[in-house]
């Protein structure tokens, strides 16, 4: 049986004879698993004939992440690759493709910054970012490490974040100290970055991803979701906050 292919805009799937959405206008992508690839094959290689992978930064279960340098301007990024098999898994194409694109609708320093997406000739779909030097807010919360100010400090640069982005109607829906890093920026070791946008609901908006919400779905991390979200309700900016 041929492979579908599919929309990275609304996910929609279509014969693997087309090129194109017609809803979009965008070029499909085949969703190949890219079976039998482990992840420290692609580290030396050329992707896209652009990005040299030169290291693995981290894995985790959706996928893995690389250090990788543009072979022409020498700027250094992160690649997060979509683990073996995932891209066909329901939804975890869709809200790969979400963190990018609600990410880049909030014009922010506090947001890390997503650049490219694509897929690799193995049929792995990946997004390149800013590569990260610091730790999260989970490692820097050990006993110690943090005082009052330290706190105030980061909370401060959260809220000033996610302000900016309930303004364009995305609510984040998995916030957590995961998903808090801190990175020295601007003479400032507690800069926040804030993460993972990939369940993130857009309210309002003719954006793309304002069609890649769900309905009924239970999304988040129970230690941290809102009642309303716990029980799949409607949620907005006020889940967030809670």
Do not use: W
């Amino acid at each position: 049986m041929a492979p579908v292919k599919v929309c990275p805009v609304c996910s929609s799937e279509f014969a693997p004879a087309l090129t194109h959405c017609p809803q979009d206008g965008v070029g499909l992508v085949a969703l190949n698993t890219g079976a039998g690839t482990r992840p420290e094959e692609l580290v030396g290689q050329i992707v896209d004939g652009r990005y040299k992978v030169e290291r693995i930064v981290g894995k985790g279960g959706m996928g893995t992440v690389y250090a990788v340098r543009h072979i022409v301007v020498g700027k250094v990024a992160a690649m997060k690759v979509l683990k073996t098999g995932v891209g066909r898994a329901d939804g975890v194409l869709q809200r790969f493709v979400r963190e990018a694109q609600t990410a880049n609708l909030v014009k922010s320093r506090h947001i890390v910054e997503i650049t490219d997406f694509g897929q690799l000739t193995n049929g792995l779909f990946y997004v390149v970012m800013e590569l990260l030097e610091g730790q999260d807010l989970t490692h820097a919360m050990k006993p110690g490490k943090l005082g009052r100010a330290d706190l105030v400090h980061i909370f401060v640069q959260v809220a000033q974040a996610l302000a900016l982005a309930h303004e364009k109607g995305i609510v984040h829906r998995d916030l957590k100290p995961d998903n808090v890093f801190l990175v020295n920026e601007g003479g400032d070791p507690r800069f926040v970055k804030l993460l993972d946008f990939g369940i993130a609901k857009v309210m309002t908006g003719d954006n793309p991803a304002a069609g890649l919400t769900e309905t009924g779905v239970i999304l988040g991390t129970p230690y941290y979701m809102s009642p309303e979200q716990a029980r799949a309700d409607v949620v907005d900016h006020r889940s967030d906050i809670y």
